[in-house]
C-alpha cells in the first residue's frame, strides 16, 4: 500500500456532482403600529390622516370637539371618512367618544 491510497482512505473523496439546497424566504413580518389620538380641531384631522396613510390603527377619541363643535366635528369625520374610503379602509364609531380607523389591510368585525 502506497501514501497515495492511504490518503485516499483518510481524506473524503471530492465528487464532481455538486449539491444545492432550496432555502425557503420567510415572509417580511410587518408589524402593526396602534395609535391612540385626540382629535380636538379640524386642523387635527390632517395629522390623522397622515398616520392612517402610514398604516396605523387609529382609536381616535372625539369627546372634546363633540362637546366643543359639533359641527367642526362633523366636518372633521367625514374628512377622515372620504380618507377611509379613498384607500379602502374602515372606520367606525364605538361609543359616543371614539371611533376606530384602519387601513386597507384590516377591518373591524361587527358581529353578524
Do not use: H
Amino acid at each position: 500500500m502506497n501514501f497515495k491510497e492511504i490518503f485516499e482512505k483518510i481524506l473524503p473523496q471530492k465528487s464532481e456532482e455538486t449539491e444545492f439546497f432550496e432555502l425557503e424566504e420567510k415572509p417580511e413580518e410587518k408589524q402593526i403600529s396602534v395609535r391612540i389620538e385626540n382629535l380636538n380641531s379640524f386642523a387635527d384631522s390632517e395629522k390623522i390622516q397622515q398616520f392612517l396613510r402610514e398604516g396605523n390603527v387609529i382609536f381616535l377619541r372625539i369627546k372634546d370637539l363633540r362637546e366643543r363643535d359639533i359641527s367642526e366635528l362633523q366636518k372633521a369625520v367625514n374628512r377622515l371618512k372620504k380618507t377611509c374610503a379613498a384607500m379602502d379602509g374602515d372606520i367606525v364609531g364605538i361609543s359616543e367618544d371614539y371611533l376606530i380607523i384602519t387601513p386597507n389591510f384590516a377591518r373591524v368585525y361587527r358581529g353578524k
